[in-house]
């Protein structure tokens, strides 16, 4: 139990730290080092672009995703060392949220599936953050029950000829490549006529439409192809393995949203701090002392969690089905704080200017925002599911479409 | 940064469990819980043999000396079994004042008795309801002697000795408050048993009529050895409490595999599955907050005040939380005097009172949360 930096960990940290300090974008300090849970906003600027040309900077110099191989545009770093350079880099590090899929989960699958001559071409670009990658898994009737997908994929000659449709594809509209889990074999019970493949998001066929979201904004996308031709050495893993490749986004997709999932504690803290009630500042009422100390102790928990589970990575174990547990506690905690944060604003609580003084639109944000965070990457109910299942053992939920073949499932609705 | 347990001391906890497990049955449990002894105290014996009292005390003065680390793992087992024994009482508090505080011959006097099982000790701090306050301390030291009434004492029937907060002075300060140690078999003490929840903790009233008392450290230090000793105990606590807290989690759990309904095993149920998915995560945060407890009081960190109160809080809330649900999750049977869930549900709200309220320790936690942020 040790939270001192090894010698040649001290020796690391000083090295980023050194040179975060003479290369970080200095202009952004101000508004990247205020609290900013969702979305960051860069006054008068384009955050792609801006967080384009950080992410470029840090690979020359050999920054950018520290644990992935030299050859793919990594550094080789263990574990450790990863979580030294989150803390260094700090808040410059919110300027990774458009990469988080395309590195946190595309890439990895590219690593353990693509072949030698791919991962060469298309890897060190994903690292430097020229190109921008999505995950195209979900569709209308196919969400938690990701399996039970339509979108086809045939085999003409050496290429696969792909219809179909997919929904909620954070950042399509501005991505170079995604990944793509397909059926191929309809005959076949839903898990095993899959197959995962990687396309060119400007392939002939493929057309992105934004939708608005609760909160007014547009991140997510839906996504259709027609006739959409890519050639079979785009495919990743065996035809009709396409669900364990998926296996391998999701867990990866686990960790890496887990990790850095905002809780909304420090600027619920910061907050009750400053914030003036009728009978004197928010954080000596008693009953703000009680929520803030229980939420404290989640983030406090989630930390050292994700420690635990740092600790465990770098002696080789992989990550596990307990990682679950960052999103799960985070995004139900977002949500409340966001909620109890505007009631201490009593009828204020309602106003979304987040330039006034008086008011903290901020949290107003998170509210919108928030539902989800309980939502995407695995809902609530599906991350308790794999506790349950995985961690715990329990028996899994009665599947009635397991073993039938997936063209005589019944279907309702669309 | 390592943030585990290094196997040394996983091979301790191993060998704590499988100890545990056969000399703390529920059995033994119960005969303390239904009245027929007051400890156990041939656990107790057992406990000093395998050196796990003085796991933490200085081999000079007839301990292990291993460390914190070494007792927080043995603190876990303890809750597991719920042992019937004075731990809490003798090592986290007792020990603990007279290490932190004593002088040389009052750790040369008390110490080894600790560690071979001979004296037990508690500390009396309540005078009635009411969280650790020095205001409200009444119990008064003067010329070598203490008065006054003090309620309740964990353990305090039982108990050899006692380190007793008591007033020296009338300031209305911190520094009125001394601590002494007393002789609980000596002449002006007066003990009542006072029933409770969970007689294998039990609880005293303790009266003093001048009483002869020994000044542990500074006495005018008293309520700021306290507090360091109350922060130490609750990691150590609170290890106990995340014990108490998993083996409800597995109970349930293994109910849940076990007892069939409509057909099914009902952890087969979606609403019992997530029950039990919960009561994972909440001992899981509470297990990672009592591992950086278990790191601020081995290495004396200035994180410790902090440390201490986050994992006290977390575990207190997490071993009310699994053992409430496991109750439920074994539905009637869960209920009955004869399955042993009320005995972890007893202990989960016996502890969670033992060392000052969940209100108490998570205003402690703020005001340590905004100390650091304006230093
Ligand atoms: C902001 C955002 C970004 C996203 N980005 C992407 C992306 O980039 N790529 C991508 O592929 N997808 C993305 N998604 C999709 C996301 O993965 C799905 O929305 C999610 O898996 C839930 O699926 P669904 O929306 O179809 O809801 P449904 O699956 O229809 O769920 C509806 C409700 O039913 C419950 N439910 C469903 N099945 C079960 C069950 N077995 N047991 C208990 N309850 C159940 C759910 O918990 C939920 O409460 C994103 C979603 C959001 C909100």
């Given at each position: 139990m040790n939270f001192d930096d090894t010698p040649q960990e001290a020796a690391f940290r000083a090295e980023a730290r050194a040179w975060i300090q003479a290369n970080a974008p200095k202009e952004f300090e101000a508004e990247l080092s205020q609290p900013t849970v969702g979305r960051i906003k860069l006054k008068n600027r384009d955050i792609l672009e801006e967080s384009k040309k950080w992410q470029t900077k840090k690979a020359a110099a050999g920054w950018a995703c520290l644990h992935w191989p030299k050859e793919f545009g990594g550094r080789g770093a263990t574990p450790i060392e990863r979580v030294i350079w989150q803390q260094e880099e700090g808040f410059y590090g919110k300027l990774e949220g458009v990469f988080l899929i395309g590195q946190g989960m595309c890439g990895p699958t590219m690593m353990a599936f693509g072949s030698d001559a791919d991962k060469k071409k298309y890897l060190p670009p994903l690292a430097s953050g020229e190109h921008v990658w999505c995950q195209l898994f979900s569709e209308p009737s196919a969400g938690?029950?990701?399996?039970?997908?339509?979108?086809r994929a045939e085999k003409k000659g050496d290429d696969w000829i792909i219809n179909g449709q997919k929904v909620w594809t954070t950042g399509a509209h501005f991505s170079d490549y995604g990944i793509v889990i397909t059926r191929t074999?309809?005959?076949?019970?839903k898990h095993k006529g899959l197959t995962m493949f990687w396309l060119d998001m400007k392939s002939p066929g493929v057309v992105v439409k934004p939708i608005k979201q609760a909160n007014g904004q547009s991140e997510f996308n839906e996504v259709y192809f027609t006739d959409v031709k890519i050639p079979d050495s785009q495919r990743l893993g065996k035809v009709g393995d396409g669900w364990n490749v998926s296996l391998t986004t999701l867990m990866n997709e686990r960790m890496s949203i887990g990790a850095r999932q905002s809780t909304g504690f420090p600027e619920l803290f910061a907050f009750c701090n400053d914030l003036m009630l009728e009978d004197g500042p928010a954080i000596d009422d008693k009953n703000v002392r009680s929520k803030l100390a229980g939420w404290a102790v989640k983030a406090s928990g989630l930390k050292y969690t994700s420690y635990r589970s740092i600790s465990a990575l770098s002696r080789g174990e992989r990550p596990g089905p307990e990682n679950s547990i960052g999103k799960l506690v985070a995004g139900t905690m977002l949500q409340d704080i966001a909620m109890f944060a505007m009631d201490l604003q009593g009828?204020?609580?309602?106003?979304?200017?987040?330039?006034?003084?008086?008011?903290?639109g901020q949290f107003q944000s998170i509210l919108l925002r928030s539902p989800s965070d309980r939502i995407a990457g695995g809902t609530d109910e599906i991350l308790r599911n794999i506790i349950a299942e995985r961690v715990l053992g329990l028996p899994g939920d009665i599947r009635v479409d397991k073993d039938v073949p997936f063209n005589a499932i019944p279907t309702k609705g669309r | 940064m390592n943030f585990e347990f290094s196997e040394d001391q996983k091979q301790l906890r191993d060998q704590a469990r499988r100890y545990l497990t056969e000399q703390s049955p529920p059995k033994a449990v119960r005969a303390v819980l239904e009245g027929n002894a007051p400890y156990d105290k041939a656990l107790w014996k057992g406990l000093a043999e395998m050196g796990f009292l003085g796991v933490a005390i200085p081999e000079e003065f007839g301990?292990?000396?291993?460390g914190h680390l070494e007792l927080c793992v043995i603190a876990e087992e303890i809750g597991r079994a719920l042992a019937p024994v004075p731990f809490s009482s003798t090592i986290y508090l007792a020990a603990e004042a007279i290490m932190l505080a004593g002088s040389d011959a009052q750790k040369a006097k008390w110490l080894p008795k600790i560690a071979s099982g001979e004296a037990i000790g508690t500390l009396a701090l309540f005078?009635?309801?009411?969280?650790?306050?020095?205001?409200?301390?009444?119990v008064s030291a003067s010329q070598g002697a203490v008065s006054g009434t003090k309620t309740p004492v964990a353990d305090g029937a039982i108990a050899n000795f006692a380190i007793v907060a008591a007033r020296t002075g009338s300031t209305g300060r911190e520094a009125d408050i001394g601590l002494f140690i007393v002789d609980?078999?000596?002449?002006?003490v007066t003990r009542k048993p006072l029933a409770n929840l969970d007689q294998a903790h039990g609880q005293a009233e303790i009266t003093f009529d001048r009483a002869k008392a020994e000044p542990l450290g500074n006495t005018a230090e008293g309520w700021n050895i306290l507090t360091r000793v109350l922060d130490r105990a609750a990691v150590l606590m609170a290890f106990e409490q995340v014990g108490g807290a998993d083996r409800a989690l597995e109970m349930g759990r293994d109910y849940a595999l076990d007892r069939v309904a409509f057909g099914r095993p009902i952890g087969s149920f979606q609403a019992v599955k997530h029950i039990l998915a919960d009561m994972y995560v909440s001992a899981t945060l509470a297990r990672s907050n009592c591992y950086y407890g278990a790191w601020a009081l081995s290495t004396d960190a200035g994180e410790l005040p902090e440390a201490a109160a986050t994992a006290r809080i977390s575990a207190t809330q997490a071993f009310q939380h699994c053992s409430k649900n496991n109750i439920q999750v074994h539905g009637g049977m869960g209920f009955t005097w004869e399955f042993d869930c009320h005995l972890y549900y007893r202990r989960a709200n016996v502890l969670a009172l033992s060392l000052g309220s969940l209100t108490y320790w998570e205003n402690q936690l703020i005001d340590r949360m905004r100390f650091r942020n304006a230093s």
């Open positions: 938690s029950d990701v399996a039970g997908l339509r979108t074999d309809p005959t076949q019970p009828a204020s609580g309602a106003l979304t200017d987040a330039d006034s003084p008086s008011i903290a | 301990g292990a000396g291993a005078e009635g309801v009411g969280n650790p306050s020095h205001k409200a301390i009444k609980l078999t000596g002449d002006g």
